[in-house]
């Protein structure tokens, strides 16, 4: 009977994840030059000050070759109303004479024959996410300081709403709800194995392109297809694509009408932290 209770209790959480995560987070494309600043703060504290793995700058921002070729989102957190993660999608780059994608540098010879396609690319219906950076006080559990995204398993309670447990994924989803606008099918991202295996399980049917190389732990590179996950995704991953969704379109309803953002005053963040 314990055991019933037990998968009872997990069955009505998975049902009511997306509500726990509209109570307490907001995902926010960047659609303005501050957003994506905001962004680049957020890439620095994680990437540069925190982890080590880039220089520091003394304007406090991350920022690389990508960045003007690249559409950028956000992870805001309603409780402490601050921005706490970010995400990007990089569009093909042209690289000499073809079209490139970050992954293209890490992994080299790695990748299967046929990754990227040079057709998709060319069509610009391909793109990489990339540079995915959470605060520290959003990650979940202590031993994982030191690491950039640590994930769930599958054993550990919703209980703790404010560090909801799904949100590498729902900036994953961010992503590709903007690909989706911008008639981009075909996703890479360069992950740790227990992220891609856990979206999987959740719909997610990633695609294994190449074999894992040594990028700051383990990685390997992978293939979302947009369609094919709205239409496959599970019962709990559906309506938190639709929750997200909602949030992309309004703010960039906001935007394009010209009206106010909640959280901005005369083009700067209300917030606005020097980490």
């Keep these: ?12 959480e998975y049902a009511t994840l997306h509500k726990h995560f509209q109570q307490f987070f907001k995902v926010v494309p960047a659609v303005t030059d501050e957003l994506i600043a905001e962004a680049q703060r957020i890439r620095h504290n994680v990437y540069c000050e925190e982890l080590g793995w880039e220089p520091e700058k003394k304007d406090g921002r991350e920022r690389d070759e990508y960045d003007p070729h690249a559409i950028h989102c956000l992870l805001r957190s309603q409780s402490r109303d601050m921005f706490i993660g970010c995400i990007r999608l990089v569009l093909p780059t042209e690289k000499g004479v ?16 046929g990754h990227p396609d040079p057709v998709s690319m060319a069509n610009r219906e391909v793109a990489e996410v990339w540079r995915l950076a ?3 006080e959003f990650r979940r559990r202590r ?6 995204i640590p994930f769930p398993e599958e054993k550990q309670a919703l209980s703790d709403r404010r560090k909801f447990p799904y949100i590498p994924v729902a900036l994953y989803l961010g992503m590709m709800e903007l690909a989706s ?5 075909t996703l890479y991202f360069m992950t740790e194995p227990l992220l891609a295996r856990h979206f999987s399980r959740l719909g997610g049917d990633l695609q294994l392109v190449g074999e894992g190389v040594e990028h700051r732990g383990l990685r390997k590179p992978y293939l979302m297809d947009v369609n094919q996950v709205r ?6 991953l559906k309506p938190l694509i639709k929750v997200i969704r909602n949030d992309i379109e309004h703010y960039k309803k906001l935007k394009e009408k010209n009206q106010p953002i909640p959280f901005m005053e005369d083009g700067k963040l209300k917030d606005f932290r020097d980490f």
Aim: charged share 20%; net charge positive.
């Design 181 to 185: 606008q911008n008639n981009i099918n």
């Design 1 to 12: 009977m314990p055991a019933i209770s037990s998968q009872l209790r997990k069955a009505v």
């Design 98 to 113: 073809d079209l490139h994608l970050p992954m293209q540098n890490s992994c080299g010879d790695k990748l299967y024959p």
């Design 143 to 148: 031993q994982d300081q030191g690491r950039n």
């Design 134 to 136: 959470i605060i520290k």
């Design 231 to 236: 239409r496959k995704a599970s019962f709990a």
